[in-house]
């Protein structure tokens, strides 16, 4: 027979967190609890904007992210920042700059630039690579040497593609300016501005030094491997560049590719086709530049047919 509990006996004999909360008029009965809660001041209409501005930022920040594929998406996403007045805000600033640099061309970004208030070394470092990867990488070094004038510091991030376009110019003198504005920065030694060093120096047909380079490296990595080899194979030292190709810990596909290419280049299309068939043992798939090197090399050795060169496209 179950015995019905009067409402206090229930109440102790349930856990305390299981405890029903109190109403402040339960019943009629009272009218107000003991420790009453004073209630929360209403915001004020300062606060509701400071918040509503927030939510607003949060909002902005994402969809630049995350949304913006083109350029027509940039340019409505600074339109709706410039007419709500968060353009104004450094971090919205820098990210539509760099969303820029990658999705419009560079006097598109340069535009941008000109408008930010609070320009920072991010700043100067998106512009500069913008105009590493336009047509006109000399307007990088020009560009650079006239933020200094106007108080710029740069870090390690500036000179990778300062000194990218200057091996896209193939310019040494512009290469060893800007080596020695690295090493009175202090940023010499970081392994990608070393990186960057090398391959510029190869680029230049300056193989010499950026052996030196690579020779006193304190720590190397496929970047640094692959820049020394693709130069030596440019002045047709094989022997040398499979030297260090076997002294290697790891290799990538790039690897392969400066390889391939390089043999091909000093005209022995049968190692070229070796190495190739070495790679494929390995189980590494080629990119179309690896295709080109193979059926060049295929065209001047006569080793492999055409039906094998297809079969491979199409794996």
Same mark, same amino acid.
């Given at each position: 027979?179950?015995?019905?509990?009067?409402?206090?006996?229930?109440? /102790? +004999?349930?856990?305390?967190?299981?405890?029903? /909360?109190?109403?402040?008029?339960?019943?009629?009965?009272?009218? /107000?609890?003991?420790?009453?809660?004073?209630?929360?001041?209403?915001?004020?209409?300062?606060?509701?904007?400071?918040?509503? !501005?927030?939510?607003?930022?949060?909002?902005?920040?994402?969809?630049?992210?995350?949304?913006?594929?083109?350029?027509?998406?940039?340019?409505?996403?600074?339109?709706?920042?410039?007419?709500?007045?968060?353009?104004?805000?450094?971090?919205?600033?820098?990210?539509?700059?760099?969303?820029?640099? *990658?999705?419009?061309?560079?006097?598109?970004?340069?535009?941008?630039?000109?408008?930010?208030?609070?320009?920072?070394?991010?700043?100067? +470092?998106?512009?500069?690579?913008?105009?590493? +990867?336009?047509?006109?990488?000399?307007?990088?070094? &020009?560009?650079?040497?006239?933020? %200094?004038?106007?108080?710029?510091?740069?870090?390690?991030?500036?000179?990778?593609?300062?000194?990218?376009?200057?091996?896209?110019?193939?310019?040494?003198?512009? #290469?060893?300016?800007?080596?020695?504005?690295?090493?009175?920065?202090?940023?010499?030694?970081?392994?990608?501005?070393?990186?960057? %060093?090398? *391959?510029?120096?190869?680029?230049?047909?300056?193989?010499?030094?950026?052996? @030196?380079?690579?020779?006193?490296?304190?720590?190397?990595? %496929? @970047?640094?491997?692959?820049?020394?080899?693709?130069?030596?194979?440019?002045?047709?030292?094989?022997?040398?560049?499979? !030297?260090?190709?076997?002294?290697?810990?790891?290799?990538? %596909?790039?690897?392969?590719?400066?390889?391939?290419?390089?043999?091909?280049?000093?005209?022995?299309?049968?190692?070229?086709?070796?190495?190739?068939? /070495?790679?494929?043992?390995?189980?590494?798939? #080629?990119?179309?530049?690896?295709?080109?090197? @193979?059926?060049?090399?295929?065209?001047?050795?006569?080793?492999?047919?055409?039906?094998? &060169?297809?079969?491979?496209? *199409?794996?």
């Amino acid at each position: 027979m179950a015995i019905k509990l009067s409402a206090s006996e229930n109440r /102790e +004999n349930q856990a305390p967190n299981e405890w029903p /909360e109190e109403s402040p008029r339960a019943n009629g009965s009272h009218s /107000e609890t003991l420790f009453a809660r004073a209630p929360s001041p209403s915001p004020s209409p300062t606060t509701i904007l400071h918040q509503r !501005r927030l939510s607003l930022f949060s909002h902005f920040d994402a969809l630049l992210q995350n949304s913006c594929r083109n350029a027509r998406h940039l340019l409505q996403m600074q339109a709706l920042l410039v007419t709500s007045s968060l353009f104004r805000n450094p971090f919205l600033a820098r990210t539509v700059l760099s969303r820029a640099s *990658h999705l419009c061309n560079f006097a598109y970004t340069l535009l941008i630039f000109r408008t930010i208030n609070s320009l920072d070394t991010f700043c100067v +470092n998106t512009v500069i690579k913008s105009y590493c +990867n336009s047509h006109a990488p000399r307007e990088a070094i &020009v560009f650079y040497f006239r933020s %200094l004038m106007c108080g710029f510091f740069p870090n390690s991030y500036t000179f990778v593609p300062l000194v990218a376009s200057c091996a896209k110019m193939g310019c040494i003198d512009s #290469g060893k300016e800007c080596h020695a504005q690295a090493t009175k920065n202090g940023v010499d030694s970081v392994l990608p501005v070393q990186n960057s %060093l090398i *391959h510029m120096y190869a680029c230049c047909g300056d193989v010499q030094l950026a052996r @030196v380079l690579f020779d006193g490296m304190l720590s190397r990595d %496929l @970047v640094s491997r692959n820049s020394i080899i693709d130069g030596i194979m440019m002045v047709g030292e094989l022997n040398a560049a499979h !030297r260090l190709l076997n002294e290697m810990p790891d290799r990538n %596909l790039v690897t392969w590719n400066v390889m391939i290419s390089g043999y091909l280049k000093g005209r022995n299309p049968g190692y070229a086709m070796k190495l190739f068939r /070495e790679m494929g043992r390995l189980g590494l798939r #080629g990119d179309a530049r690896t295709m080109v090197c @193979v059926a060049t090399a295929c065209g001047r050795s006569g080793r492999l047919k055409g039906r094998e &060169v297809g079969s491979w496209e *199409h794996r």
